[in-house]
């Protein structure tokens, strides 16, 4: 971490607490100290001449003075009562915000490059269109929907087969519209710009697709739905001719993956691995700890939301799938993408404190959850912290 003074904070809204910790280089005396500003969500931390700030994910209740624990340490760790509880409560339970780049935040203005080169590979269009593509057990659904159609007066087979859910109908990509799930973007090849088809193929059988440009992985060739499947990390968007570029790591488009796993099958341990013919045998056993959480840090601007993970490293991510079949759910990933999010991993664990970096056998991170654009609470939350931040 390098800072002198290093600080943490996560709300633990279940308890109604706010855990801090504070990371010193010497041992705490009797000049350490830790206030509370009058506005209750900044923190001070004197220690050995240095000052340190925080901007807390929630406002705390108590006087300006904290209690310390009393043990000489370097690693000091304290729990502030949270002012308002039943506001942190119904935060979290508000309706979740649409997955990254939904459907409904995209228009035929929408256009799509190359993360890398910046090559186009989507123009907008007038007659564009974007739809989600339904949620993970859609097809289990489908029983739901053979016992109740509708009737207009034809035979049941009739209805159903001109209502688009009979049995032979199966999902397609069509020119003129792209299908939107959590990870990936279903297109047409026509409605796609310097895209081609690599003779690489994936562990799932199907080739994949390259950058024309810069020759970047970005998706592969979905043959039993007649389209392309683009990943979301791999893209910039604009949302407009006038509107600036936006891009999405692999660890958030992951993290919505998780979530809507956890909420479709209600498992929460995973193995996350990718082909073992792209030279990496592997993978990472993942156990999501806390779904939702609020943090800050001295080193950072604004409170993040979260999902605490636990994670291991595992050496035949298969054989461990094998062995725990009905304990363990697979989640199939790129050599890229699965390289990148061990990466943002181990990069959080660094950046924890010492004592919240290890929970028995397991590494701890915080793997960031995507959120909307900036609202005027976000906005308030990075300008206080800014504030706390120059002191």
Known sequence: MGEKLYLYAEVLANIRQVTLYASLQSWKNEQTDITVASNKRTITVYHDGEIAQIFLPTKVAGTAKVTLPVERAKELSLRLEIADPDTVMQNRNEAEPPDAWAASTLTSQTSLACHKCHHTLHDSAKEFTWKDLPSQNWAEMMDYWHCHRPSNGQSSFDTATSSGYGPSDRLKARQGTALVDVQTFLMSPEDCLGIKESEAILANGLPSLLCAKCNTTIGFSDKPHDGWRIYKWTLVTKRSDCSAEETISAGEVICAQILALIESIAIRKFVLHSDHDEGSDTGILLWVFNPDLRYTSSTMPGARRAMKVFYQITPDPLRLLNDNSTSLEELYLPSPAKNELQSILQNSTGSL??????????????????????SSEKVEDVMLSLVAAKG
């Open 353 to 374: 404190p010492m004592p919240a970096r290890k929970f028995q056998n397991w590494d701890v991170a915080l793997l960031d959850r995507y959120e909307l654009g900036s």
